[in-house]
């Protein structure tokens, strides 16, 4: 499994959006993107995943460079329900398998 | 509503006492999976199941033990040899292959007392 590195914390101001960045230089050709976010004490809620493309939903939009080595979840009007640590993870699709997680970034949305 | 429920939410255990903790989905997933979480860290995977009465060890195992008789059902045991067993444990099902990634269980917080 790819390794994946994100910063450990970040800041947002409600209303703004918030640009959480990941590395995954690793990253094979058959491992897709995913991003989770995790409140606390809950278990972790699916946010967007992707291949090579962009990807946009109604939480979120994905941005993945061209070679894959990076990505970055956009949410685009951050409130402050969006407090949370967001999990980059990437996963073989044919095995979705996952020993570990790393820590993930801890985003804190400010009034 | 599919979805995927643990229970119990909070479980106190006793030194030398063994637990079992419940995790059911109605998903029609074929894999599922157990990880635990201590504070401040990220998920690790205790076991996994892809298919009924078959099950791997993830990176630990030790002191845990699973059954998958139902394809509905995944129970973790934590075992007395579990050394430290107070963590936050998370249970997750999803399809084997294609992209659907995780669906997460609301988690059980296991303290030794």
């Known amino acids: 499994d790819a390794k994946t590195t994100q910063p450990t914390s970040m800041d947002c101001a409600e209303g703004r959006a918030a640009n959480l960045p990941c590395n995954h230089s690793t990253i094979s050709g058959n491992e897709y993107v995913y991003w989770y976010r995790q409140i606390h004490s809950q278990g972790p809620q699916y946010i967007i995943h992707g291949l090579k493309n962009n990807e946009t939903n109604e939480m979120a939009s994905l941005i993945i460079t061209e070679d894959r080595k990076s990505s970055t979840l956009i949410l685009p009007h951050a409130t402050l329900r969006d407090t949370a640590v967001y999990y980059c993870i990437a996963l073989n699709a044919g095995n979705n398998r996952k020993l570990i997680w790393g820590l993930g970034t801890s985003l804190a949305v400010n009034p | 509503d599919g979805g995927i429920t643990q229970s119990p939410k909070y479980l106190f255990r006793k030194e030398g006492q063994n637990v079992t903790l419940s995790c059911e989905q109605n998903l029609n997933h074929d894999a599922m999976y157990w990880y635990r979480q201590d504070p401040g860290q990220g998920l690790r995977l205790i076991y996994y199941?892809?298919?009924?009465?078959?099950?791997q060890k993830g990176d630990i195992a030790e002191g845990y033990s699973v059954s998958r008789e139902k394809k509905e059902s995944f129970p973790l045991t934590v075992t007395s040899a579990q050394k430290n067993p107070t963590a936050f444990y998370l249970c997750?099902?999803?399809?084997?292959?294609?992209?659907?990634?995780?669906?997460f269980g609301s988690g059980t917080r296991l303290t030794v007392v």
């Open positions: 199941s892809q298919i009924v009465n078959d099950f």
């Open positions: 997750a099902s999803s399809t084997i292959g294609g992209t659907y990634g995780y669906t």
